[in-house]
C-alpha cells in the first residue's frame, strides 16, 4: 500500500537529516560510496529525488538527452547549497513529500536506504534501517533490469540468502548476508561484498 511506503520513506529520510546534523561541514566532504560524489552531493541528489514529479523527470531527462548520469548531475548542482547548512535545511524541508519519477514506489526505498548508506558508512555512521523496508528495496532490485539501476541479471546468477530474515531469491551458488549487505552489494556497492560468504560471493564479485 502507498501509504505504508511512504510511511517508511519519510522515516528514512528523517533519520538522516538527524544524523546528517551531528556532521561538521568539513566532513560533508567525506568520498561517498558513489564514485565521484561526496557525501555532500549524495544529500543534493536526495534532495532532488524527493522534489521528483512524473513530469519533471521526464522533461529533465529530455533536457539531458536521455543521459541519466548527466540528469542526475544537473539535479545535484540545482540542489546543492552554498553551504552543508543550506542543503541540509532542503533535505528537511522534503522529508514529508510524496512526489515521485515514473516508477515503482519501492525505488523510493532502494534511495532512502541504499543512498543513506553512500553517506553513513563513509562517516562511520551506523542506522537501524526498518527490515520491511529494506527487504523491499532488496526484491525491487532483484526484479529491476540493470539498465534502470537494478540487479536482475546479477541474481540470474547467484542465490541470495538472508541471514537475518528468510528471504531467498535467484538461481545459482549462494552468496549470504544480512538484507542490508544483499542489498547494497546487488546495487553496484563493493565495499559490501566483504560482509558476505558461500560459494556464489565470487561469481557475484565478478560480475559487478
Partial sequence: MARDVWALVHAERAALVADLATVSDERWE?????????????????????????????????????DFDAQNARGIERQRGATPAETLERLRSVVSRTSTPPAPLDTRLVEEVVHGEDIRRPLGISHKY?????????????????????????????SVVATDSDLRLGAGPEVRGTVLALLLALSGRRDALTELDGPGVETLAAAL
Avoid at 526484491?139 to 547467484?158: D, I, K, N
Fill in 30 to 66: 567525506t568520498p561517498s560510496l558513489c564514485p565521484g560524489w561526496s557525501v555532500h552531493d549524495v544529500a543534493a541528489h536526495l534532495v532532488d529525488t524527493a522534489s521528483t514529479t512524473r513530469l519533471g523527470f521526464v522533461l529533465g531527462l529530455v533536457r539531458a538527452r536521455f
Fill in 130 to 158: 526498518s527490515g520491511e523496508a529494506v527487504e523491499r528495496a532488496l526484491r525491487l532490485q532483484a526484479r529491476t533490469s540493470r539498465s534502470f539501476g537494478g540487479a536482475q541479471e546479477l541474481v540470474a546468477l547467484v
